[in-house]
């Protein structure tokens, strides 16, 4: 009799973690939080698309604002159910940041022990201010881990974000780029592109990511 998880049994593919960690403070109220939400429902529908991807991405979501929150552990596309956010608070981003590096190495614990192959992880954070908290200890722990290869950190900055704060935070290599407008369905849809060509191939390949057309990154 198969020993393991449930979840891993009945679908034992490769998985492909994605941590989406959103900004939902008071700045975000309006249409930017309202576009952020037509965006979640517009990945989910695309990666449904794919039979590979609907098995092999998984996604969880973390918001920070009023306060720092876990609302989607990770789940496959399948059972992932797009939460209604709303923007209230300040922008702890230093404290969401080691909540998603803690929630990813819980997650990698998981996938070994039930004997799942995982493709690198991705962490991808959208946000339109600078953090209220702490933040350089975070910083610090985020960029060691992307130099030992544990994961690939992404920022989308929304307009009114503090792009020099945001450039300090990320990984040298892949700094923050700000999106167009509040067009966060393309956004989405380019992280579904990206998340496809992932779990299409073997976990350790090179894959090349599709253009992001959806901003620009400033200098």
Same mark, same amino acid.
């Given at each position: ?11 034992? *593919? ?20 309202? *576009? ?22 998984? !996604?969880?979501?973390? +918001? ?22 709303? $923007? ?7 404290? =969401? ?7 990813? *190495? +819980? ?9 799942? +192959? ?24 985020? +960029? ?12 989308? =900055?929304? *307009?009114? $974000? ?12 892949? %700094? %923050? ?30 894959? !090349?990511?599709?253009? !992001? ?7």
């Amino acid at each position: 009799m198969p020993v393991g998880l449930p979840e891993f049994i009945e679908n034992p *593919e490769n998985r492909c973690p994605v941590i989406l960690l959103l900004d939902t403070s008071r700045s975000m109220s309006g249409p930017p939080i309202e *576009e952020l939400n037509r965006g979640l429902m517009a990945f989910k529908e695309d990666l449904l698309r794919d039979t590979q991807a609907s098995l092999s991405v998984e !996604v969880a979501i973390i +918001q920070f604002g009023k306060t720092v929150k876990l609302v989607q552990d990770f789940v496959t596309v399948d059972e992932f159910s797009p939460p209604n956010l709303r $923007a209230d608070g300040l922008t702890p981003m230093g404290q =969401a940041i080691n909540y998603a590096l803690d929630l990813l *190495e +819980q997650r990698k614990t998981t996938y070994k022990s039930n004997g799942i +192959q995982y493709y690198r992880p991705w962490v991808f954070m959208i946000t339109d201010g600078a953090p209220t908290d702490m933040w350089k200890n975070a910083s610090k722990r985020l +960029q060691e881990a992307e130099q030992a290869n544990k994961l690939l950190f992404f920022t989308a =900055a929304v *307009e009114g $974000a503090d792009m020099d704060t945001l450039s300090y935070i990320t990984p040298p290599d892949r %700094p %923050p780029v700000m999106l167009n407008g509040l067009d966060f369905s393309s956004l989405f849809i380019w992280l579904s592109g990206s998340m496809k060509r992932v779990s299409s191939g073997k976990v350790g390949d090179v894959i !090349v990511l599709p253009p !992001v057309g959806w901003g620009q990154i400033t200098t």
